[in-house]
């Protein structure tokens, strides 16, 4: 039986990842192009697309052999189709899925949100393999997070699912999240939020640390060192495990998924992380949602790709 095709595409707001999986799931090869945000973003589909023509031309590929092409964009997504604006991409509410089958004459196109895709590859051949309801949390810059409820992605009425970043912590919290409101998970769990805890400790407590020789700390250097056993690093990272257990126990409270998948920059810190959010999750959580598993996210960068492309096969 000949091998059919399906394209999994990853916007990001500098470049695109672009790749090609054979209908039984496998990552066959993949690249990238730039990301032109010029003009509102007005090129980015149509540079897709010519890629995709490209490398089918190349690859000698009849489009018959396409099943389909599953994007997935930094922005909310509604009912698999429309990008309900995105800032990144200079995009307003934007017909992706329709405007993709015009380009390309692939029928089958599906579209969303980034953290929702990746959230999706990971409980498709990644850290959440196995199981069918799965809530991912990416520690990067920001918070992101993708819930995955019966093994579909939960994007909410107005796209806006799985927005776990934005969870209100503490409201008390005076500075603003990067969206304007305070107290957000976002502002203690990611890297950035890490960084501004450690700089607040170490103003306030005046023993010594490993953390006080950086010129300009980063929240790897605080799990290095508190891997080290230095004693205000490991109370920086208690901090952001009980900011993350607290957050899954609320979750769990309403989702109540099997597993929580830990990805982004941050999840490289590994088991210290990870065990910090489990003790804390177990210490909050309702007794009957004590038992779900945490895991670090497999498949790196590629994530959304793979998530992308399980929608349309």
Not at 299 to 305: V, Y
């Amino acid at each position: 039986m000949a091998v059919e095709y399906a394209f999994g595409i990853d916007i990001g707001g500098t470049t695109v990842k672009i790749g090609i999986f054979t209908d039984d799931g496998k990552l066959e090869d993949k690249w990238e192009i730039p990301t032109r945000t010029e003009n509102n973003g007005e090129m980015i589909l149509d540079d897709i697309a010519a890629s995709i023509r490209e490398y089918l031309e190349k690859k000698e590929i009849t489009s018959d052999k396409v099943l389909g092409i599953g994007i997935d964009v930094p922005g909310p997504v509604l009912g698999a189709s429309v990008v309900n604006k995105c800032v990144n991409l200079g995009w307003g509410v934007t017909d992706v899925a329709s405007k993709m089958r015009m380009l390309t004459d692939v029928e089958n196109v599906q579209v969303a949100n980034d953290a929702n895709a990746a959230a999706l590859g990971e409980m498709w051949q990644g850290g959440g393999q196995g199981h069918d309801n799965v809530v991912m949390i990416t520690l990067g810059t920001g918070v992101g997070g993708g819930i995955i409820l019966n093994g579909q992605i939960v994007e909410g009425n107005f796209g806006a699912g799985g927005e776990i970043g934005h969870m209100i912590m503490n409201p008390h919290e005076k500075q603003a999240c990067g969206c304007g409101k305070k107290g957000h998970l976002e502002q203690y769990a990611s890297a950035t939020g890490i960084v501004r805890k450690a700089n607040e400790v170490l103003s306030a407590d005046q023993r010594e640390s490993a953390l006080r020789r950086h010129k300009k700390l980063t929240a790897k250097d605080v799990y290095d060192a508190a891997k080290a056993g230095d004693p205000l690093a490991l109370e920086i990272a208690d901090f952001v495990g009980r900011m993350l257990g607290l957050a899954c126990a609320r979750i769990s409270c309403v989702i109540d998924p099997e597993i929580y998948v830990i990805g982004g920059g941050v999840s490289k810190a590994g088991d210290i992380l990870l065990e910090s959010i489990k003790k804390h999750f177990v210490e909050e959580a309702f007794h009957a949602s004590e038992e779900a598993r945490f895991a670090l996210a497999t498949l790196g960068n590629d994530a959304g790709m793979y998530g992308a492309v399980k929608m349309v096969l």
